[in-house]
T-cell receptor, first 114, second 115 residues
Framework: DGGITQSPKYLFRKEGQNVTLSCEQN?????MYWYRQDPGQGLRLIYY???????QKGDIAEGYSVSREKKESFPLTVTSAQKNPTAFYLC?????????????FGSGTRLTVV | AQSVTQLDSQVPVFEEAPVELRCNYS??????LFWYVQYPNQGLQLLLK??????LVESINGFEAEFNKSQTSFHLRKPSVHISDTAEYFC?????????????FGQGTRLTINP
């Protein structure tokens, strides 16, 4: 079955460390997205990518970086510059410019700073 | 620009009671509207969507939503809820920006079902 796989499910980071969250999809979707979810704040867009080797900042990109070297993969790095990284991170994908399609989501990664 | 407002952050109801989760959107163009459900520590799953045609759309688990263009609303309803409906629900609208179509999400409504 096609879908999106996020790993790991739980991740712990020490202060000052960079960590990378994995997102892989086998849906042949062109567009991929990273969201951050905090209690009571809904979903906030971090980065998105419409094609390989291209990506754009979302609403809260500071302290994060991404790459899109393959269509199937869109990893997110949470850098030490992100001052409050503890959150639930969701990856999603969609068919490019098909607004009627909606998004398919992964199961999320919960990042905690220790 | 399109935006979404979910009017209630939390909705507690008793099992087998009816429920309505409210969603209003702002848009000057035709829109696509969605409801997603998120169970604890999971990703979002598509519940139902409105694209065009009949203003009442239904999901397979008894939820329905009605698109009301004049009131710019897309409220989600269920006539009788079950404990398993306990989850967070997100309303979303398609936004057109920078040559791309993206979903804009509301803040979410946490539905709690009490026995």
């Amino acid at each position: 079955d096609g879908g999106i796989t996020q790993s790991p499910k739980y991740l712990f980071r020490k202060e000052g460390q960079n960590v990378t969250l994995s997102c892989e999809q086998n849906l042949n979707h062109d567009a991929m997205y990273w969201y951050r979810q905090d209690p009571g704040q809904g979903l906030r867009l971090i980065y998105y990518s419409q094609i390989v080797n291209d990506f754009q900042k979302g609403d809260i990109a500071e302290g994060y970086s991404v790459s899109r070297e393959k269509k199937e993969s869109f990893p997110l790095t949470v850098t030490s510059a992100q001052k409050n990284p503890t959150a639930f991170y969701l990856c999603a994908s969609s068919i490019l410019n098909r607004g009627n399609y909606g998004y398919t989501f992964g199961s999320g990664t919960r990042l905690t700073v220790v | 620009a399109q935006s979404v407002t979910q009017l209630d952050s939390q909705v507690p109801v008793f099992e087998e009671a009816p429920v309505e989760l409210r969603c209003n959107y702002s848009s000057s163009v035709s829109v696509y509207l969605f409801w997603y459900v998120q169970y604890p520590n999971q990703g979002l799953q598509l519940l139902l969507k409105y694209l065009s045609g009949s203003t009442l759309v239904e999901s397979i688990n008894g939820f329905e939503a009605e698109f009301n263009k004049s009131q710019t609303s897309f409220h989600l309803r269920k006539p009788s809820v079950h404990i398993s409906d306990t989850a967070e629900y997100f309303c979303a609208v398609t936004r057109f920006s920078g040559g791309a179509q993206k979903l804009v999400f509301g803040q979410g409504t946490r539905l709690t079902i009490n026995p």
